[in-house]
Structure formats: C-alpha cells, structure tokens
C-alpha cells in the first residue's frame, strides 16, 4: 500500500470518514476534525512510520496533499540517512 | 540538599514545570531521564541545560498516554540503567472544554495520559526502585479540587492522579517509596497560554495574594523538597503551590480596597 494511502487509512479510522472520500485536496476541516483528532492523526503516522513530525510543520499543512508530502519526505530522508 | 548519583525520570520535561523540575533536580546533582512527546527541539535543550550542571542526561521520546510506548522507555530505562531514584509524573495534556462537550474521546486521551500514565509510570517506576527506595512525585493542578472554566476533563484527571497518590503511598510505603504530588494553580508556561484567555491570566496575576503568578520553578522547589530525606515523613500529600489563590477567593485587588 502506498504512504498516501496508508495516511488515509490511518486519518479515516480517527475521524471516521470513508477514505474513497478524501483526496490530496480535503482539509482536516472538510472532515470535520477537531484539533484532538489532529493530534491523533499525526501520532498515529508518526508510529507508522517510525517519523516525527513537530508540530509547527503540521501547522503549516494547508490540506492531506500537504500531509502525505511531508511524511513522504521524512520518509524518504530516514532511508537515506 | 543533595540528589548525587540519584537518577530521575521526569515525564513531559522539554517545557515547563516538568523543565524547570528537571534543571532543579540536576542542580541537586541527580542525572535526569528527559521525556517528551511532541517537541524533541526543547527537550534536547533540556538535556543541554541539565549538562552544563555538570550532571547526565538521556532523552526518551514517549506517549506516556500509550501504554506500549511508555513501557518501551522503561524497558530502556531498565536496560540502560537498571534502577531509578525518582519518578516526577509531569507530563500532561487535556482537551479544554465545557463538561457538556466533553466526549468520549477527549475523556480518554485526557485521562489516560495525566492519571493513567501515572499509575503505570508509578509500577514500572517503583520495581526499578525495588529495594533502593525511592521517590514519586506527582504533578496535579487546583482543578482537582476547584472548578476552573473549560478544564472539567483535566479537572477529573487530576482527582484521580491526587487519589492515586495517597493510594500509593500506602502501599509502597513499606518499600521506602514516597510519594507524593504538587498542585498548581496557573502556572506561567506555554501550555497556560492554550488552556485559558489572556484576560484571565491577567485576573489570575490580580487574584494571587503572593502578589504574582506561580512560576514553573516555584513548582520544581517544592517537587525538589519532596525528594529529598527533609520530606520523608510527608505522605501521599498533595502540596498546593498557588500563592495563596485557593484560600483567599475574595481578595480584593489592592486599589479596589475601601
């Protein structure tokens, strides 16, 4: 399974959405999550993925697409180094 | 008071009261186990203060809310260094609203990590204390026993956390464990900032007989004296550090005085 789709499944199952409905252009607000289910999403891709993501990078995130880069990148940088 | 070659694991001690903990402690001489969860930045800088004090430090990141990764920094804990001294159960979180909003969600998160936490850090901690003794300190706030605008949840959790204390007391006495915890009205630190309005803070600084507000040291002196042989016949107290505020809540401003 791809690292987008992982990231989907994880999001979906916290903030209870049909995955099929979220694209790299839905928001954290589109599925009506609160700040708690955002923190639970990024801990839960964080232990994934074996990744940290501080919290002022997430706060930068304007939707998944943002999201799914970034742990992407981290991903990409941890098997590089 | 001297803590030389105590070891301490202070949970959530990248920022704060669990911060200012730790650089006391280290201060006394204990080497200091960092934990943290979201910000590795400040708990490294944490680790940085705690060595220029001439003292070790080691940085564990860990969701003390989850209880595989709490017991994975033990079992490291265990491995690396096969005892512990003292335990201060800082860290802390909390969703910030009216007891009609809180659901089941944010009643767990918010329970799990400030009063579950500490009944499985207190286990794991007191086994590596076997035979030693030890120390265990608690951090809970006014909002175990007051009722504070939008902290119902973390209110509840500290409860816990202050009842848990007295139970462990008891029951690790006879094992040369205190324990006991520390509660704090508003504390100046980040995580006031996220809790409450500026408004109230500047009330809060108003309403505080001491004449200011708490600051996290102002914690760590008496989480310090808790520690150390001074304290030892003080147990499963929660000790209030808040100025003043809980006792005197019709202190008028000075000015506003006939």
């Given at each position: 399974m791809s690292v987008e789709e992982q990231v989907k499944e994880i999001v979906a199952k916290i903030v209870h959405v049909d995955k099929n409905l979220m694209t790299r252009e839905s928001t954290f607000k589109d599925m009506k999550a609160d700040s708690l289910d955002m923190v639970q999403a990024l801990v839960a891709v964080e232990d994934r993925f074996d990744i940290e993501i501080p919290d002022e990078e997430a706060q930068k995130f304007q939707n998944f697409g943002d999201f799914i880069s970034y742990v992407e990148s981290r991903i990409a940088e941890k098997e590089k180094a | 008071m001297s803590l030389k070659g105590k070891l301490a694991l202070v949970t959530g001690s990248g920022r704060g009261i669990g911060r200012a903990t730790a650089l006391k402690l280290a201060s006394q001489g204990?080497?200091?186990?960092?934990?943290?969860?979201?910000?590795?930045?400040?708990?490294?800088?944490?680790?940085?203060?705690?060595?220029?004090?001439?003292?070790?430090?080691?940085?564990?990141?860990?969701?003390?809310?989850?209880?595989?990764?709490?017991?994975?920094?033990?079992?490291?804990i265990s491995d690396h260094f096969g005892y512990l001294d003292i335990l201060i159960n800082n860290a802390a979180s909390g969703v910030g609203r009216s007891v009609m909003d809180v659901d089941v969600k944010a009643w767990d998160w918010t329970m799990n990590i400030?009063?579950?936490?500490?009944?499985?850090?207190?286990?794991?901690?007191?086994?590596?204390?076997?035979?030693?003794?030890?120390?265990?300190?608690?951090?809970?706030?006014?909002?175990?026993?007051?009722v504070l605008p939008t902290y119902a949840v973390v209110g509840v959790s500290k409860a816990a956390l202050e009842a848990l204390t007295r139970y462990l007391a008891i029951e690790l006495a006879h094992e040369g464990i205190c324990v006991n915890s520390v509660a704090?009205?508003?504390?100046?630190?980040?995580?006031?900032?996220?809790?409450?309005?500026?408004?109230?803070?500047?009330?809060?600084?108003?309403?505080?007989?001491?004449?200011?507000?708490?600051?996290?040291?102002?914690?760590?002196?008496?989480?310090?004296?808790?520690?150390s042989e001074e304290a030892l016949m003080i147990r499963g107290q929660t000790i209030i550090v808040d100025g003043g505020t809980s006792i005197a809540p019709f202190v008028i401003p000075e000015g506003d005085q006939q």
């Open positions: - | 204990a080497d200091v186990i960092v934990n943290f969860f979201r910000r590795r930045d400040a708990a490294e800088q944490t680790a940085k203060d705690i060595e220029a004090l001439g003292v070790k430090a080691e940085v564990i990141r860990a969701n003390v809310g989850d209880p595989a990764k709490l017991n994975e920094m033990f079992d490291m400030n009063a579950r936490a500490f009944l499985l850090c207190a286990q794991r901690a007191a086994r590596l204390m076997g035979g030693r003794g030890g120390k265990i300190v608690g951090i809970s706030s006014l909002g175990s026993s007051f704090a009205s508003a504390v100046e630190t980040e995580a006031l900032k996220f809790y409450i309005k500026q408004g109230m803070i500047s009330d809060t600084r108003q309403a505080t007989p001491a004449g200011r507000m708490v600051i996290p040291e102002d914690v760590a002196k008496v989480v310090a004296f808790l520690c």
